[in-house]
Structure formats: structure tokens, C-alpha cells
């Protein structure tokens, strides 16, 4: 609301009737008179203009935050105590996950500012774009009152990168003997180096060894 409408010149000379209008002692006496209406009409004003969130200033501002349990910071502008006010009207709490990240595409436009719960670690992260990144703070203010008090709130800022990339590498080949024994006898498997040949004994019986390169 745009108090200057409200502003007025208060002169109540003219109400005098023309007998005493002219008098100088009477003159005196409406001007101190004028500056007491004054004060009243801005009074009633600043009352009057409490009773709105958008023209609030101090009172009224306490008010609802008493009513919604916020300790505003010092450093809190006029404007951002009535902005979280009316973030705070606009729901009704407890609120739900849905709810609160509409109100976040709402406030900081849609998708700059992305809700997501850890729920076994009791971590609230907020996924903020690029151009948001300034308004952490501002957006933590909007937050901290809405989530549980259980929960951890952290910020984070997720790049999605693009690019081609190589892969290089080398192969190893290992040679696998096949044994035939001349015998029933079983023997556990085992290797030996590519290309060998020769014999191996074992409790007497002669074992032909074929290489073999797979």
C-alpha cells in the first residue's frame, strides 16, 4: 500500500468564524492545535497501515511473527520479514514435501531451488541453480522456519558436464594346457607356459604333456 495517500495538510483555520478568523492570538492558538491533529492523523495512520502485511513496519510485523514463532535476524529488511510472513500464510503446517517445493517454484522460480529429504539421515538437501547461488541465505531464512527441526538443511550446487573421453587398455592372454594321461590316474588342474612339452611322472606312469595356445 503506498502510505502517501494518507498524507494530509491539516489546517483547521478555516473552521473559525469570521469574527476571530483574523485574530493573530487565534492564529497562534490553531497552529498549535494543527500540529496536534497532525500527530494524531499520522498515528492513526501507522495504525492503520499495521494491519496489512504489505505496509507493515513494526508492530504488526511482530505480531505475526510471534504468531508464527520466528526470531527475525538483525540484519532483516522490512521487505524480507514481510515476504516470509506472507511465504508462511500461504501454507498450512505441517507442511509436505509437494507443498513446500511449490512454494520454493513459487518464491525463487520453478526448478531453481529443489527439495530432497535423506530420510535415514535426517539431511534436507537443497539442490539451488547457478544464478540462485546468491540467495542461500535469503533462501535458508524462507526454509529453516518449515522444516522439521529434526532435520539437517544443507546446500549444494549440482553442474551437469558434457564431453567426449577415451578409454585405452591392453589385453593379456594366458595359454592352457590340456593334459592327456596315458592312464586313469586324476590329476588337478594346473598350467603350464605356451608351447611345452615334455613328460611328467607320477607314482610311476608316464604322462604325454600337449601344448596348446588358445
Given at each position: 500500500m503506498d502510505k502517501s495517500i494518507l498524507n494530509r495538510t491539516i489546517d483547521i483555520s478555516w473552521l473559525l468564524p469570521p469574527v476571530s478568523k483574523d485574530s493573530r492570538d487565534i492564529q497562534e492558538v490553531m497552529q498549535t492545535e494543527n500540529t496536534a491533529f497532525r500527530d494524531i492523523w499520522d498515528a492513526l495512520?501507522?495504525?492503520?497501515?499495521?494491519?496489512?502485511?504489505?505496509?507493515?513496519?513494526?508492530y504488526g510485523l511482530e505480531q505475526w511473527e510471534k504468531i508464527f514463532d520466528v526470531m527475525p535476524k538483525s540484519d532483516d529488511s522490512t521487505e524480507f520479514r514481510r515476504r516470509r510472513i506472507l511465504w508462511l500464510i500461504a501454507g498450512t503446517r505441517p507442511y509436505t514435501r509437494k507443498s513446500v517445493q511449490a512454494m520454493l517454484d513459487s518464491n525463487f522460480g520453478a526448478g531453481n531451488v529443489v527439495l530432497n529429504v535423506n530420510n535415514n539421515a535426517y539431511e534436507c538437501w537443497l539442490d539451488v541453480?547457478?544464478?540462485?547461488?546468491?540467495?542461500?541465505?535469503?533462501?535458508?531464512?524462507?526454509?529453516?522456519?518449515?522444516i522439521p527441526k529434526n532435520l539437517?538443511?544443507?546446500?549444494?550446487?549440482?553442474?551437469?558436464?558434457?564431453?567426449?573421453?577415451?578409454?585405452?587398455g591392453y589385453i593379456t592372454l594366458n595359454t592352457y594346457i590340456h593334459i592327456l594321461a596315458n592312464t586313469s590316474v586324476a590329476f588337478n588342474a594346473f598350467t603350464v607356459k605356451k608351447k611345452t612339452r615334455g613328460y611328467v611322472s607320477k607314482s610311476g606312469f608316464l604322462i604325454h604333456i600337449k601344448g596348446r595356445n588358445l
Open positions: 495512520c501507522y495504525i492503520f497501515g499495521e494491519q496489512f502485511i504489505d505496509s507493515m513496519e513494526g541453480a547457478g544464478p540462485q547461488v546468491y540467495l542461500i541465505k535469503e533462501i535458508l531464512g524462507f526454509i529453516e522456519p518449515i539437517l538443511i544443507f546446500f549444494r550446487n549440482t553442474k551437469k558436464a558434457k564431453g567426449a573421453y577415451r578409454i585405452g
